[in-house]
């Protein structure tokens, strides 16, 4: 059974976990997944261990995530590499879910595409619901983002970091 380890980043939309594994790649660690801070049970429920007392006990890779996470969420333009994807369990998703999200990282910050398009993209016509279904579980937000895909009419679903609002109106990027 693996060992999962956990950490707390504080952010200013509360606390985000990141859960990863020891020793499973050549740099000691593969994220499991990270909780947002509105996840149900609340991330601090869940993970116990708060980034800043973690130290030097983290993984030099997952400190690195960590400290890029919390800047990201603090407003800064960060962009998550191939570097930082290779460091995702991804073989714990489904072969198809897999496809869909690094068909979803595929798409450059700054512009989004449909559910109906990452579908057709991945060889599967028609599997916009089950495109949108395999996003609503991603393991993985903020690095391999969800909103880059929206509604055919160009609406975004937001079920994240941001509450919908009355107010939230459809998207102004440009679709691909």
């Known amino acids: 059974m693996d060992d999962h380890s956990c950490v ?18 050549a740099g000691g660690a593969r994220v499991r ?10 991330t601090r429920c869940v993970v116990q261990v708060p980034f800043s007392d973690a130290g030097s006990s983290l993984p030099p890779a997952i400190a ?8 990201f969420l603090a407003g800064g333009v960060v962009e998550f ?19 869909v999200l690094l068909a979803e990282y595929g798409i450059p910050r700054g512009w989004v595409s449909t559910y109906g398009r990452v579908a057709k993209h991945i060889g599967c016509p028609g599997g916009a619901r089950a495109v949108g279904n395999a996003l609503a579980r991603n ?15 160009g609406c975004q679903h937001r079920y994240n970091i941001v509450p919908k609002t009355p107010t939230e109106k459809c998207t102004t990027q440009t679709t691909r």
Do not use: K, M, Y
Not at 8 to 24: H, I, M, Q
Not at 81 to 99: K, N, V
């Open 81 to 99: 590499g191939r570097g930082h994807l290779e460091l995702l369990a991804l073989d714990a998703c489904s072969a198809f879910q897999r496809r």
């Open 33 to 42: 997944r990270i909780l947002l801070p509105n996840e149900r049970p609340p």
């Open 8 to 25: 707390l980043v504080p952010s200013v939309f509360g606390d985000l976990g990141v859960v990863w594994t020891r020793g499973e790649t």
């Open 64 to 71: 690195s995530l960590s400290e890029r996470l919390q800047r």
């Open 139 to 153: 393991p993985f937000p903020i690095i391999i983002p969800c909103h880059r895909a929206v509604r055919a009419d």
